[in-house]
C-alpha cells in the first residue's frame, strides 16, 4: 500500500468540492451556520460531515474508512486496526468485553488507567491486581516484575489474559516481551495499554513498540504522540487469540453511533504524516530533549528521571522525550512547581504529582518551549533553594480485598457515609487521584482503615480526585448489604 495516500481524507475534500445540496445534519452545514467565534475555521469545519454516500461507515466500513484502517494496520504492523473516536478509553473497554464473560478474571496491573473500570462494569470480569515496581526517588509506579506475572498466571491458571501498561504516563516500560513470553507460554493473550506510545514505532531511539515485542493487541492514543486530533486513537489487533468479530461487536456497541469526520481524518492524515516524516519529526524531538533535559539536570535541587535509575525489575526502558522531574529536593512539591510554572513563566506541564513534573516534548514543541521551562525552573530553583522539604508521601495501603466484582458493586444499592465512617464498608466508586487517573478504591473493595487514613491525607492536600460523588471526599459512597 502507498503511505502516502490518505483516503479518507481526499474523499471528504472531494465531497466538498461537488458542492451539494446539504438537507442532512450537522446543522451547521460544513461550518455556514457557525457561532460566531469559528468562522474563520471554515475550511475545516467543512470536513465535518455525517456517513453520507461515498464516506463510509465507521461500524461498517467497506470503501475509505477501511482503506484508511488497512493503511494504518500496515504501518504499525497489525493485522488489523480500528479506528477509534472515543478515545483509547473506548478501546480499553472493548478489548475486556472481548476477552472476558461474568466472573471470568483478568490480570491487570494496579496502575492501569480508569478506562479499565468501564470494561470490568460492562464484561463483569473479576480483576486479578498485579502491583507495580516502585521507584522511590521519584514514588512513581513502573510496571510489574516477570515474576510477580508469572506467580499471577500460576495462581490463577483460568485468567483470560494481562494487560499491560507500554510506557506508563512517566514513560516507563516493562520487559514487554519477557510478560508475552510469559502468556503466551500459557496461551493466554497478552494485551497493552500503549496509549503514550504511538510514537515508539517511528524512531530506535525509543523502546520497542508494542507489537514488535508480540502482544496481541494494542491502543494507542495517536492524539497524544502522534499529530491527530484529541479523543482519535487506534486499536490494533495481531494474530488469532483475541476474536476481531468479537472486538468490532464491543466497538460497535461504545462508540458513538454518530462518529466525527474530523476525528477520523485527523487520524488518516496523521498516519501519513508519521509514515513520510515521522523519523525526522522525532528526531528533532529527540534533539529538544536531551538539549532540555542536560540544562535541568544542572539544576540544584532538581533530579531528572533517566537511564540510570532503571535497570530493575519492572522498569526497562524510558521514552526520553517525557521528563519526569523530582522537585522534592527543592522543598516543592510537583503541584506547587506546576502553579508557579503557569502563574509566572506561562508553562504549561503534561502532569504533576506529589513529587514530580512531567513535562512532553513532542513532534510540535518549539525550542522556545524548552527555554522557557528551563528558565522557569532555574529562577524557580534559585528562588526556592534552601525550603523545609514536603511532607512525606505516605505508603500507599495495601491493595483492598475484594468483596465484589466492579459490576457488581456499580449496580448494587448505595448510600453515601462519612469517610471516617467507612471502614469495613464496601466501596460503591472508583476513587482516583487525577492525573495520573490510578484508582485508589475500586467498585466491589473493601475500605479498610488504613485505606481510610490515606484518604484523609490524599484530602488535607487537596489533590485532584476523580470518580467519587464527592470530589472533596468528606463522604464515599458504599454498598448497602
Given at each position: 500500500?502507498?503511505?502516502?495516500?490518505?483516503p479518507?481524507?481526499?474523499?471528504?475534500?472531494?465531497?466538498?468540492?461537488?458542492?451539494?445540496?446539504?438537507?442532512?445534519?450537522?446543522?451547521?452545514?460544513?461550518?455556514?451556520?457557525?457561532?460566531?467565534?469559528?468562522?474563520?475555521?471554515?475550511?475545516?469545519?467543512?470536513l465535518?460531515?455525517?456517513?453520507?454516500?461515498?464516506?463510509?461507515?465507521?461500524?461498517?466500513?467497506?470503501?475509505?474508512?477501511?482503506?484508511?484502517q488497512?493503511?494504518?494496520?500496515?504501518?504499525?504492523?497489525?493485522?488489523?486496526?480500528?479506528?477509534?473516536?472515543?478515545?483509547?478509553?473506548?478501546?480499553?473497554?472493548?478489548?475486556?468485553?472481548?476477552?472476558?464473560?461474568?466472573?471470568?478474571?483478568?490480570?491487570?496491573?494496579?496502575?492501569?488507567?480508569?478506562?479499565?473500570?468501564?470494561?470490568?462494569?460492562?464484561?463483569?470480569?473479576?480483576?486479578?491486581?498485579?502491583?507495580?515496581?516502585i521507584?522511590?526517588?521519584?514514588?512513581?509506579?513502573?510496571?510489574?516484575?516477570?515474576?510477580?506475572?508469572a506467580?499471577?498466571?500460576?495462581?490463577?491458571?483460568?485468567?483470560?489474559?494481562?494487560l499491560?501498561?507500554?510506557?506508563t504516563?512517566?514513560?516507563?516500560?516493562?520487559?514487554?516481551?519477557?510478560?508475552?513470553?510469559?502468556?503466551?507460554?500459557?496461551?493466554?493473550?497478552?494485551?497493552?495499554?500503549?496509549?503514550?506510545?504511538?510514537?515508539f514505532?517511528?524512531?530506535?531511539?525509543?523502546?520497542?513498540?508494542?507489537?514488535?515485542c508480540?502482544?496481541?493487541?494494542?491502543?494507542?492514543?495517536?492524539?497524544?504522540?502522534?499529530?491527530?486530533?484529541?479523543?482519535?486513537?487506534?486499536l490494533?489487533?495481531?494474530?488469532?487469540?483475541?476474536?476481531?468479530?468479537?472486538?468490532?461487536?464491543?466497538?460497535?456497541?461504545l462508540?458513538?453511533?454518530?462518529?466525527?469526520?474530523?476525528?477520523?481524518?485527523?487520524?488518516?492524515g496523521?498516519?501519513?504524516?508519521?509514515?513520510?516524516r515521522?523519523?525526522?519529526?522525532l528526531?528533532?524531538?529527540?534533539?529538544?530533549?536531551?538539549e532540555?533535559?542536560r540544562?535541568?539536570?544542572?539544576?540544584?535541587?532538581?533530579?531528572v528521571?533517566?537511564?540510570e535509575?532503571?535497570?530493575?525489575?519492572?522498569?526497562?526502558?524510558?521514552?526520553?522525550?517525557?521528563l519526569?522531574?523530582c522537585?522534592?529536593?527543592?522543598?516543592?512539591?510537583?503541584?506547587?512547581?506546576?502553579?508557579?510554572l503557569a502563574?509566572?513563566?506561562?508553562?504549561?506541564?503534561?502532569?504533576?504529582?506529589?513529587?514530580?513534573?512531567?513535562?512532553?516534548?513532542?513532534?510540535?514543541?518549539?525550542?522556545?518551549?524548552?527555554?522557557?521551562?528551563?528558565?522557569?525552573?532555574?529562577?524557580?530553583?534559585?528562588?526556592?533553594?534552601g525550603r523545609?522539604?514536603?511532607?512525606?508521601?505516605?505508603e500507599?495501603?495495601?491493595?483492598?480485598?475484594?468483596?465484589?466484582t466492579?459490576?457488581?458493586?456499580?449496580?448494587?444499592?448505595?448510600?453515601?457515609?462519612?469517610?471516617?465512617?467507612?471502614?469495613?464498608?464496601?466501596?460503591?466508586e472508583?476513587?482516583?487521584?487525577?492525573?495520573?487517573g490510578?484508582?485508589?478504591?475500586?467498585?466491589?473493595?473493601?475500605?479498610g482503615?488504613?485505606?481510610?487514613?490515606?484518604?484523609?491525607w490524599?484530602?488535607?492536600?487537596?489533590?485532584?480526585?476523580?470518580?467519587?460523588e464527592?470530589p472533596?471526599?468528606?463522604?464515599?459512597?458504599v454498598?448497602?448489604?
Amino acid at each position: 500500500m502507498n503511505q502516502q495516500d490518505a483516503p479518507l481524507l481526499a474523499a471528504l475534500y472531494a465531497h466538498c468540492a461537488r458542492n451539494y445540496a446539504h438537507l442532512h445534519v450537522p446543522a451547521h452545514r460544513q461550518g455556514q451556520a457557525i457561532f460566531p467565534e469559528w468562522q474563520g475555521n471554515k475550511e475545516i469545519l467543512q470536513l465535518d460531515l455525517t456517513e453520507l454516500p461515498g464516506l463510509d461507515d465507521l461500524h461498517r466500513p467497506g470503501g475509505v474508512i477501511a482503506r484508511a484502517q488497512a493503511l494504518a494496520a500496515e504501518l504499525f504492523g497489525a493485522g488489523q486496526t480500528f479506528f477509534l473516536i472515543n478515545g483509547s478509553t473506548v478501546g480499553i473497554m472493548a478489548l475486556l468485553l472481548a476477552l472476558c464473560g461474568p466472573g471470568e478474571e483478568i490480570l491487570l496491573p494496579r496502575n492501569a488507567h480508569r478506562s479499565v473500570l468501564g470494561g470490568l462494569i460492562f464484561s463483569g470480569a473479576r480483576p486479578v491486581f498485579l502491583e507495580p515496581v516502585i521507584l522511590d526517588e521519584f514514588g512513581i509506579a513502573a510496571g510489574p516484575a516477570p515474576a510477580s506475572v508469572a506467580r499471577a498466571l500460576r495462581e490463577h491458571p483460568q485468567a483470560r489474559g494481562l494487560l499491560v501498561i507500554h510506557p506508563t504516563y512517566y514513560g516507563i516500560t516493562a520487559d514487554l516481551p519477557r510478560l508475552v513470553e510469559l502468556g503466551h507460554g500459557l496461551d493466554r493473550p497478552v494485551v497493552t495499554d500503549e496509549a503514550h506510545g504511538v510514537h515508539f514505532h517511528f524512531h530506535e531511539e525509543f523502546p520497542p513498540a508494542a507489537l514488535l515485542c508480540g502482544v496481541d493487541a494494542t491502543v494507542q492514543s495517536m492524539h497524544k504522540m502522534g499529530g491527530s486530533l484529541t479523543q482519535s486513537s487506534f486499536l490494533h489487533l495481531k494474530g488469532k487469540r483475541i476474536d476481531a468479530w468479537k472486538t468490532a461487536r464491543a466497538l460497535s456497541l461504545l462508540q458513538s453511533s454518530s462518529p466525527s469526520y474530523l476525528l477520523l481524518a485527523s487520524l488518516d492524515g496523521a498516519r501519513r504524516q508519521l509514515a513520510v516524516r515521522g523519523r525526522d519529526m522525532l528526531e528533532r524531538a529527540l534533539d529538544l530533549a536531551r538539549e532540555t533535559r542536560r540544562a535541568l539536570s544542572r539544576l540544584p535541587g532538581i533530579t531528572v528521571l533517566g537511564e540510570e535509575h532503571l535497570g530493575r525489575p519492572g522498569a526497562s526502558r524510558l521514552d526520553p522525550t517525557r521528563l519526569v522531574i523530582c522537585m522534592r529536593d527543592l522543598g516543592l512539591t510537583g503541584l506547587q512547581a506546576a502553579r508557579i510554572l503557569a502563574r509566572d513563566y506561562r508553562v504549561q506541564v503534561e502532569m504533576a504529582d506529589y513529587y514530580n513534573l512531567v513535562v512532553v516534548i513532542g513532534i510540535g514543541t518549539t525550542p522556545r518551549d524548552c527555554r522557557l521551562l528551563v528558565r522557569g525552573l532555574q529562577e524557580i530553583a534559585c528562588r526556592e533553594r534552601g525550603r523545609r522539604a514536603p511532607e512525606i508521601y505516605p505508603e500507599r495501603p495495601p491493595l483492598p480485598r475484594v468483596q465484589l466484582t466492579p459490576r457488581e458493586a456499580w449496580l448494587a444499592s448505595s448510600r453515601s457515609l462519612p469517610l471516617k465512617e467507612c471502614a469495613g464498608h464496601i466501596c460503591a466508586e472508583l476513587v482516583s487521584v487525577s492525573p495520573p487517573g490510578i484508582p485508589l478504591l475500586y467498585p466491589g473493595e473493601e475500605i479498610g482503615p488504613e485505606m481510610v487514613e490515606y484518604l484523609q491525607w490524599v484530602r488535607k492536600l487537596s489533590f485532584p480526585v476523580q470518580g467519587p460523588e464527592d470530589p472533596g471526599l468528606a463522604r464515599l459512597r458504599v454498598v448497602v448489604c
